[in-house]
Each structure stands twice: as C-alpha cells, then as structure tokens.
T-cell receptor, first 112, second 113 residues
Framework: KNQVEQSPQSLIILERKNCTLQ??????????LRWYKQDTGRGPVSLTI?????NTKSNGRYTATLDADTKQSSLHITASQLSDSASYIC???????????FGKGTRLSVIA | SAVISQKPSRDICQRGTSLTIQCQVD?????MFWYRQQPGQSLTLIAT?????????ESGFVIDKFPISRPNLTFSTLTVSNMSPEDSSIYLC??????????FGQGTRLTVV
C-alpha cells in the first residue's frame, strides 16, 4: 500500500534554532517527492520538489534531501523564525494520473 | 506557478442544505482536484475534476453527495449536498500541469450546524 509517514508528529523549537523533519515513503513507482508548508487556515504552499535523480534541493532556509534507495527524505530548516510555525507536509507522486500520496504532516511551533 | 482563487473562504450552513465552492485558476492547467482536510489531518482526495466530462471519484466519495463541474480548463466547482455535521471540514481545490508541482487554493472552511 502506498504510504507516506512523517515524524515527528509535532515539534517545538526556539527561534533561531535549526530542525529536521523526516519523511519515509513506500510509494511505488516513484516520480517525485514534494514538501509543502501549510499555515493554519491556508492552503499548502510548495517548498521543494525532487525527482529520483536529485538528492538535495534548497529554497532559502529550507533544504530537502532525498534518498531514493532507502525511500527517505528530510526537510532541514535553518535559523528558524516565528513565521516558520506551520504544518509541513511530505507528498509523493507515483507519476501519471495517479493521486498524490500525502503524509499527515509535522506541526512545527517556533517560539521566542 | 499558478494562483488559485477559491470561494467562499468559509461558511456556516444548516444541515440538509447544499453549498457550492468555486475554484478559479489564473492560467491553464491540465488537472484540477478537490480535497478534504479534517482538523489536524492530512489531505484526502475527493475527486479529479475532468474538463467537459464527469469527475473521477475516489473510494468513499460519490457524485450525488459531491457533484463537481469543470466547464473549462481554469474553473471548477464542488457542491457539498444535503450537508450534515460530519461534512464540517476544510475543502481545498488543487491544480497542476502534468506531473509537476501542484498548487492549492486557500481552502473553504465549512461548518455544518
């Protein structure tokens, strides 16, 4: 069964600290993996998208990694800001017209 | 990228009534989708909105309850019919061009009383 598992479920960190969120997937075939940020009451916004051949991609203070062999991805946030408080969702695509597979997200709270 | 406008952003409805949610994309897209998101949960795909033909529904969702229209490449509607409190949720419109990045609307927060 195609699944995406994220950990931790929630995380609280101090402002300016770094953190890493994890994503494991069993989706097959694999086309690409995406990380989204979802602020409370808003729709998800794309942070990164990686295909099989990419093992790292950055978007400002966000850096995503992908290990397609172990089917793991991580999202590293550097020098966190209060505005980083949100849910971060890992999404895997099997390609074609198959539905995206969503993780349940990690709820990040950055506190002063 | 694509900008998706979804309305209404929120509504409180009486049980037994219906609500139609509109989704407008600012550029042509290949695929449009409708999702439901329960509080604290991930997104669940309701259906794929097909232009000019019937939507493709996922298991657990039926056309009579969630009729969908997509008259052209940039516009779609989702109707939540004969609502009950269990339909209270966030409904999200999404669009993509092929198997690339998906874009999401702001969501419609529906409360059924």
């Amino acid at each position: 069964k195609n699944q995406v598992e994220q950990s931790p479920q929630s995380l609280i960190i101090l402002e300016r600290k770094n953190c890493t969120l994890q994503c494991n997937y069993t989706v097959s075939p694999f086309s690409n993996l995406r990380w989204y940020k979802q602020d409370t009451g808003r729709g998800p916004v794309s942070l990164t998208i990686m295909t099989f051949s990419e093992n790292t991609k950055s978007n400002g203070r966000y850096t995503a990694t992908l290990d397609a062999d172990t089917k793991q991805s991580s999202l590293h946030i550097t020098a966190s800001q209060l505005s980083d408080s949100a849910s971060y969702i890992c999404v895997v695509s099997a390609g074609g017209n198959t539905p995206l597979v969503f993780g349940k997200g990690t709820r990040l709270s950055v506190i002063a | 990228s694509a900008v998706i406008s979804q309305k209404p952003s929120r509504d409180i409805c009486q049980r037994g009534t219906s609500l139609t949610i509109q989704c407008q994309v600012d550029s042509q897209v290949t695929m449009m989708f409708w999702y439901r998101q329960q509080p604290g949960q991930s997104l669940t795909l309701i259906a794929t909105a097909n232009q000019g033909s019937e939507a493709t529904y996922e298991s657990g969702f039926v056309i009579d309850k969630f009729p969908i229209s997509r008259p052209n490449l940039t516009f779609s509607t989702l109707t939540v019919s004969n609502m009950s409190p269990e339909d209270s949720s966030i409904y999200l419109c999404s669009a993509s061009r092929g198997n690339t990045e998906a874009f999401f609307g702001q969501g419609t927060r529906l409360t059924v009383v």
